[in-house]
T-cell receptor, first 110, second 121 residues
């Protein structure tokens, strides 16, 4: 596995706005996952996108994957205060070893 | 049951103490993980168990001793820790379940427990 790099490091938006965060990685992957972590708690898996997929939706989440650019984005539409959390991407090249990037800290103001 | 449980939620220990963290899952997962997370940092992998055997040890100091007594349980034994070991310790588990010894081709979804907040005085 390898580490993803998230961008931006921090994001502050108003409730109802959309939030977009990006993840870049260095080598070919089997899949890429996004996780959310509320303050001081465990991580929650949000979505997995495989290398042969370009876009995936889950509720208000939309994930895209561009393997030619080695990048992925996570879009949260119509954000809510409860979306305030840190978001981590985890690109995976196979095996068990998952290395999380530094994460994007999202703050949604009510 | 899609839950990973961890006990205790909080632990305060002195540098001479011996304590253990416990993690349990009943999802039939055969891979289990320990992560360490410092404040405002991502989780860092410590150990991975696959079919109750230690698969990965990320050069963790010997004062941390993992144990996987069965497919549902994962322990982390702590001894002679340092204040810098204070952190949130997260346990996770993942698929696939089933055929013993089958090769794992990629990491599937990891299910995380809520963590144990450890403070070393």
């Amino acid at each position: 596995s390898q580490q993803g790099e998230e961008d931006p490091q921090a994001l502050s938006i108003q409730e109802g706005e959309n939030a977009t965060m990006n993840c870049s990685y260095k080598t070919s992957i089997n899949n890429l996952q996004w996780y959310r972590q509320n303050s001081g708690r465990g991580l929650v898996h949000l979505i997995l996108i495989r290398s042969n997929e370009r876009e995936k939706h889950s509720g208000r989440l939309r994930v895209t994957l561009d393997t030619s650019k080695k990048s992925s984005s996570l879009l949260i539409t119509a954000s809510r205060a409860a979306d305030t959390a840190s978001y981590f991407c985890a690109p995976n090249t196979g095996g068990f070893k998952t290395i999380f990037g530094a994460g994007t800290r999202l703050f949604v103001k009510a | 049951d899609t839950e990973v449980t961890q006990t205790p939620k909080h632990l305060v220990m002195g540098m001479t103490n011996k304590k253990s963290l416990k993690c349990e899952q009943h999802m039939g997962h055969r891979a289990m993980y320990w992560y360490k997370q410092k404040a405002k940092k991502p989780p860092e992998l410590m150990f991975v168990y696959s079919y109750e055997k230690l698969s990965i040890n990320e050069s963790v100091p010997s004062r941390f001793s993992p144990e996987c007594p069965n497919s549902s349980l994962l322990n982390l034994h702590l001894h002679a820790l340092q204040p810098e070991d204070s952190a949130l310790y997260l346990c996770a588990s993942s698929t696939p379940s089933g055929i013993a010894g089958a090769p794992f081709h990629s990491t599937d979804t990891q299910y995380f427990g809520p963590g144990t907040r450890l403070t070393v005085l």
